[in-house]
Every structure is written in structure tokens, then in C-alpha cells.
């Protein structure tokens, strides 16, 4: 079984930072792609950011040159860093991993962290 735990998660005001943490815990062989989607209620998951285990990225427009999706391979993580928050970025934000174990491949997705911009 494995394991996505999402950090980094909270309030902040127009125009500041936060940074996004999700920590892949398992049996995990490989971890192949892995992104940040987001949901406000009433509303579809829609995707944030993906990167791949080469280290490609891809981002939603809405997003692009204010986050930035990074991963530390070795430690199994995944990160979003937000800046120039609006308050339209204000969402529930979930990690998503494809991972392989063993011979299985299948998607994972972490709880969710929230993420509130207000003043």
C-alpha cells in the first residue's frame, strides 16, 4: 500500500507564499509521474501542475510563472511552490502519484491540504 500526506497548507493573504509538500510513503518501486490538482466545492478537480520522473513539467495557465512543481526523487516528494497567491488560487489542493509496486501500476492520491488566500 502507499501512502500520499500533503503539508504546507494554510491562509494567506494576496500576494504571498506558501509551499506545498507531499511525501510518497509504501512499497514503492517507481514513482512515475506525479501533480498537483486542485477543487473549490461544487467544482471539478482541476490540474495545477504535473512533472515526470525525468523532471519535465507541465502547468495549468492559470498558474504559470507563479507556482512551481519540483521533486526530490530520492526522498519519494513532491513540492508546490506558490507565490503571488490570488484569491481565486484558494482551493483544496491534492497530491496525485502513478506509482509501480511490484507489477502493479495504478494513480494514488493524497487527502487534500486547504489552502485559503484572503485579507
Known amino acids: 500500500q502507499v501512502q500520499l500526506v500533503e503539508s504546507g497548507g494554510g491562509l494567506v493573504q494576496p500576494g504571498g507564499s506558501l509551499r506545498l509538500s507531499c511525501a510518497a510513503s509504501?512499497?514503492?518501486?517507481?514513482?512515475?509521474?506525479m501533480g498537483w490538482y486542485r477543487q473549490v466545492p461544487g467544482k471539478q478537480r482541476e490540474l495545477v501542475a504535473v512533472?515526470?520522473?525525468?523532471?519535465?513539467?507541465n502547468y495549468a495557465d492559470s498558474v504559470k510563472g507563479r507556482f512551481t512543481i519540483s521533486r526530490d526523487n530520492a526522498k519519494n516528494t513532491l513540492y508546490l511552490q506558490m507565490n503571488s497567491l490570488k484569491p481565486e488560487d484558494t482551493a483544496v489542493y491534492y497530491c496525485?502519484?502513478?506509482?509501480?509496486?511490484?507489477?502493479?501500476?495504478?494513480?494514488?492520491w493524497g487527502q487534500g491540504t486547504q489552502v485559503t488566500v484572503s485579507s
Open positions: 512533472i515526470t520522473d525525468d523532471g519535465s513539467t
Open positions: 509504501g512499497i514503492i518501486f517507481r514513482i512515475y509521474t
Open positions: 496525485n502519484a502513478d506509482v509501480l509496486i511490484g507489477v502493479s501500476r495504478r494513480d494514488y
